[in-house]
């Protein structure tokens, strides 16, 4: 079965800087996909940026980057110029690209980062 | 807003009863997700429906069931509940249900099992 771990429960930062949330995860499958998903204090889920596995160039949505080393099974977030708005609890999430598998369908989530912007 | 809607936002209810939580997912998306967020667990895969069957399970209980309707629309039935049953409930929806298909997820329904 496949996990995620986020080891940092907390992180914060200041306005206009950069931070890096951290992810790993185990699998032995070679195709899959990788998520970060957002949640700020209304609770909705929203997605920030996804990975294939297959490719090898980092996904990168505006401000949001990632560093995604395969082989090391790392999948970390970059958030460049921090806003208060990026505060919230950012969740890591893997899904297989095995079809038939009981479990294609899910996403198996990390722990949870929860962000602080301080102004 | 996702386009996904959940009712209802919140519920209380009583150990040893029975409660359905309704999600409308996203027009056109064939594929319905619910998960279960709570404080010791996690966010946690439940089940997965495509189009009215049953596509893939995770770590639902016996006494939890679900079902998509032929208009798409999904029931989750939490049964005999206890009070480890509290939780957040998400619906998401997708296109079609594959691996590459962005999750849109619903605004959760909150509840409470006294």
């Known amino acids: 079965a496949q996990t995620v771990t986020q080891s940092q429960p907390e992180m914060s930062v200041q306005e206009a800087e950069t931070v890096t949330l951290s992810c790993t995860y185990d699998?032995?499958?070679?195709?899959?996909?990788l998520f970060w998903y957002k949640q700020p204090p209304s609770r909705q889920m929203i997605l920030v940026i996804r990975?294939?596995?297959?490719?090898?160039q980092n996904a990168t949505e505006n401000r949001f980057s990632v560093n995604f080393q395969k082989a090391a099974k790392s999948f970390s977030l970059k958030i460049s110029d921090s806003q208060l708005g990026d505060a919230a609890m950012y969740f890591c999430?893997?899904?297989?690209?095995?079809?038939?598998?009981?479990?294609?369908?899910?996403?198996?989530f990390g722990q949870g980062t929860i962000l602080t912007v301080h102004p | 807003d996702s386009g996904v809607t959940q009712t209802p936002k919140h519920l209380i209810t009583a150990t040893g009863q029975r409660v359905t939580l309704r999600c409308s997912p996203r027009?056109?998306?064939?594929?319905v997700y619910w998960y279960q967020q709570s404080l010791d667990q996690g966010l946690q895969f439940l089940i997965q429906?495509?189009?009215?069957?049953?596509?893939a399970k995770g770590n639902i209980l016996e006494r939890f069931s679900a079902q998509q309707f032929p208009d798409l629309h999904s029931e989750l039935n939490l049964s005999s509940l206890e009070l480890g049953d509290s939780a957040l409930y998400f619906c998401?929806?997708?296109?079609?249900?594959?691996?590459?298909?962005?999750?849109?997820f619903g605004p959760g329904t909150r509840l409470t099992v006294l």
């Open positions: 998401a929806s997708s296109v079609a249900g594959l691996a590459g298909d962005t999750q849109y």
């Open positions: 429906y495509y189009n009215g069957e049953e596509r």
């Open positions: 027009s056109g998306d064939l594929s």
């Open positions: 699998t032995s499958e070679s195709d899959y996909y």
């Open positions: 999430a893997y899904r297989s690209r095995m079809t038939g598998g009981t479990s294609y369908g899910k996403l198996t």
């Open positions: 990975q294939e596995a297959y490719k090898q």
